[in-house]
């Protein structure tokens, strides 16, 4: 119930994202429209997009047809590299449907994602968005291709560097987030101060949405999550829950050795899932999930429009307690 109720404010708003999507998706190739009429069709919680509306409603004069283009680009980015991290995982499946590169490979779901990505630059380059915008979109990009570097680099590896981890999700989810909402006050012409305020909420939000994802990966199961529950194990990536194992777990000598075993069988990681389930890993990240959210809200600038505050504080809601 609390999924639907946070986006009420911008539902029309959101229905005019799937139009405008299916739009920008189709292209003189065939195979790029499928595609990316599949990742339309396949749906999500369109949490970007939704932050960023928000944001922009914040401003005195809201025009949808004006902050449509980058809402769209927005959404096609969080899909490109949706399709390119599938690709790199060799995921067979996601939100419970197939993923791009089970259905065409792997070749044409990069070059898919690379014309997603290319799409996404073109729309924002039409419309008369400020340098702020090109710049943050250009970052985002560096720090999604370099927070997947990151991860790269120590998959297998059994690494406890908390400080590591947290510069890798943040630049795989959590910057994403920061900037959708920095743009969305950028668009809505608001002062400084209030355009970092909706970036610090976007930041917390997205640790805090990553921290709870790699909780759900080690905590739920397939079916709830549409994609196998200990995937992230499976793929030697070591997430927060798993490294506070790796320190206290009177069983972290076992759980290192299966994380850095590039064989690893499903009866191994279903051990290091019961050896990172009976530690503290999880209550530890549940606790470092909450301080992430509670700095969400603290971020709200007072100034903010009451019905808008109140979606925000839904989204908080709903990230702290999501189940998929």
Not at 190 to 195: A, F, G, M, R, V
């Amino acid at each position: 119930m609390l999924a639907n109720k946070m986006f009420d404010l911008i539902k029309n708003d959101l229905a005019e994202l799937e139009v405008a999507l299916q739009e920008a998706v189709s292209a003189p190739e065939k195979v790029i429209t499928e595609i990316g009429t599949h990742l339309v069709k396949s749906g999500g919680k369109r949490l970007r997009p939704a932050i960023y509306f928000l944001a922009a409603r914040c401003g005195e004069k809201f025009s949808l047809q004006e902050a449509m283009p980058l809402g769209v680009a927005l959404e096609m980015m969080h899909m490109a590299s949706l399709v390119h991290d599938d690709v790199i995982d060799s995921a067979a499946t996601r939100r419970g449907s197939a993923t791009a590169n089970a259905k065409w490979g792997n070749q044409i779901s990069i070059l898919a994602g690379d014309y997603l990505f290319a799409k996404a630059f073109a729309l924002v380059a039409e419309s008369n968005y400020s340098k702020r915008v090109d710049r943050q979109l250009a970052r985002l990009i560096c720090d999604l291709s370099s927070g997947e570097l990151i991860q790269n680099k120590e998959i297998y590896h059994a690494s406890c560097d908390v400080d590591e981890y947290f510069e890798r999700i943040a630049k795989k989810t959590a910057n994403f987030i920061a900037i959708a909402c920095q743009l969305g006050g950028d668009v809505a012409k608001l002062p400084e101060s209030y355009i970092q305020a909706l970036y610090d909420f976007g930041y917390n939000v997205g640790m805090a949405f990553q921290l709870t994802d790699d909780l759900l990966d080690l905590t739920s199961d397939a079916k709830t999550l549409g994609k196998p529950a200990g995937n992230d194990i499976l793929q030697g990536i070591v997430t927060l829950p798993a490294i506070r194992a790796l320190e206290m777990s009177p069983d972290r000598d076992e759980l290192r050795q299966i994380v850095t075993d590039r064989n690893m069988t499903p009866e191994m990681v279903q051990r290091a899932l019961e050896i990172v389930r009976a530690s503290d890993g999880i209550e530890f990240t549940r606790k470092k999930v909450e301080e992430f959210l509670e700095g969400a809200v603290a971020a709200l600038p007072e100034e903010m429009p009451e019905e808008i505050r109140e979606s925000y504080r839904m989204i908080v809601s709903f990230v702290g307690g999501r189940k998929f």
